[in-house]
């Protein structure tokens, strides 16, 4: 039996358990399988997921004290923990809140384009919930369009899956040897894709986020010098520190957001500096569409 396979079993194991029906599988990767489940007695929808055997113990039990550490109307709210055991292996299984309008990631492959307006206010609202994260010392590390899941109104974002969370005031379990840091390349800072832990810190998560909403707006990569780039030589240039591409450059000048590029400068000094000074310079461009 493979994996996934493994992975089903243990998902109609929980559902059995706790007496909810399994409606299917969401989506995984390298970590997690996650199934859309109903609760019997009430019909609620939740996100229930079971990461996989072989995983850190101490990454897991990162990724598990930080979701409940944080309280945000846009991060996923980790509703409980548990184990099963299946032919003799422990499965952790993770029971969030279930959001039916599915990732901003699906939105941008397949939904109409973002308008300015919609950009601005998503990009509140994340920039808020980074800032609570940061205010616990922890960086997501694994800010991502697929990472984002959007609430009925379809323009309310909740950041979810912290499978790849720093908490800074402990000891980093990344390997100092590794070239690449944890990650996913394409969203991923300098510091991240060159593996320099000192630098990591909240601004690591601001350059993931500026990259995802130059996405959601412009359909490009701050650092993509044209059409044609290939995202390997998008990620070469974003690890090399190379220039931001013109034709964003240009964007962010036609639509009036500056702020983008600050957000995506190559090194974390040239970012904005704290949290509250990203909200409020992003707060002045909001206002403008009132």
Same mark, same amino acid.
């Given at each position: 039996?493979?994996?996934?396979?493994?992975?089903?079993?243990?998902?109609?194991?929980?559902?059995?358990?706790?007496?909810? !029906?399994?409606?299917?599988?969401?989506?995984?990767?390298?970590?997690?399988?996650?199934?859309?489940?109903?609760?019997?007695?009430?019909?609620?929808?939740? *996100?229930?997921?079971?990461?996989?055997?072989?995983?850190?113990?101490?990454?897991?039990? %990162?990724?598990?004290?930080?979701?409940?550490?944080?309280?945000?109307?846009?991060? *996923?709210?980790? #509703?409980?923990?548990?184990?099963?055991?299946?032919?003799?292996?422990?499965?952790?299984?993770? #029971?969030?809140?279930?959001?039916?309008?599915?990732?901003?990631?699906?939105?941008?492959?397949?939904?109409?384009?973002?308008?300015?307006?919609?950009?601005?206010?998503?990009?509140?609202?994340?920039?808020?919930?980074?800032?609570?994260?940061?205010? /616990?010392?922890?960086? /997501? !590390?694994?800010?991502?369009?697929?990472?984002?899941?959007?609430?009925?109104?379809?323009?309310?974002?909740?950041?979810?899956?912290?499978?790849?969370?720093?908490?800074?005031?402990?000891?980093?379990?990344?390997?100092?040897?590794?070239? %690449?840091?944890?990650?996913?390349?394409?969203?991923?800072?300098?510091?991240?894709?060159?593996?320099?832990?000192?630098?990591?810190?909240?601004?690591?998560?601001?350059? *993931? #986020?500026?990259?995802?909403?130059?996405?959601?707006?412009? !359909?490009?990569?701050?650092?993509?010098?044209?059409?044609?780039?290939?995202?390997?030589?998008?990620?070469?240039?974003?690890?090399?520190?190379?220039?931001?591409?013109?034709?964003? #450059?240009?964007?962010?000048?036609?639509?009036?957001?500056?702020?983008?590029?600050?957000?995506?400068?190559?090194?974390?000094?040239? %970012?904005?500096?704290?949290?509250?000074?990203?909200?409020?310079?992003?707060?002045?461009?909001?206002?403008?569409?009132?």
């Amino acid at each position: 039996m493979g994996d996934d396979e493994q992975l089903d079993k243990v998902a109609e194991q929980a559902c059995r358990k706790r007496g909810f !029906r399994l409606e299917g599988f969401v989506g995984g990767g390298a970590f997690k399988r996650t199934y859309r489940v109903t609760e019997k007695s009430t019909d609620s929808a939740f *996100a229930l997921k079971i990461l996989k055997s072989g995983m850190s113990l101490e990454r897991t039990s %990162r990724e598990v004290s930080a979701m409940k550490k944080c309280c945000h109307p846009n991060i *996923a709210r980790l #509703l409980s923990v548990d184990t099963n055991t299946l032919n003799g292996i422990d499965y952790l299984v993770i #029971l969030e809140e279930f959001y039916q309008e599915g990732t901003l990631g699906n939105r941008i492959l397949n939904g109409p384009v973002f308008t300015r307006k919609e950009v601005l206010g998503i990009g509140v609202m994340l920039i808020d919930a980074i800032k609570h994260i940061s205010g /616990h010392s922890l960086v /997501h !590390r694994d800010i991502k369009p697929d990472n984002i899941l959007l609430k009925t109104d379809k323009t309310s974002p909740v950041i979810s899956d912290f499978g790849l969370v720093r908490d800074l005031t402990e000891t980093s379990i990344t390997q100092s040897w590794l070239i %690449r840091g944890p990650g996913t390349p394409y969203y991923a800072s300098p510091e991240q894709l060159n593996n320099e832990k000192s630098l990591i810190d909240w601004r690591t998560d601001q350059f *993931a #986020l500026g990259v995802v909403l130059t996405e959601a707006l412009f !359909r490009i990569h701050p650092f993509s010098s044209s059409t044609t780039d290939t995202p390997m030589q998008i990620v070469e240039r974003v690890a090399t520190r190379g220039e931001q591409g013109s034709l964003f #450059l240009q964007e962010t000048i036609d639509r009036n957001l500056p702020v983008l590029a600050k957000m995506t400068r190559p090194w974390p000094i040239q %970012r904005y500096r704290t949290p509250s000074a990203l909200l409020e310079a992003w707060n002045g461009y909001s206002k403008e569409d009132t």
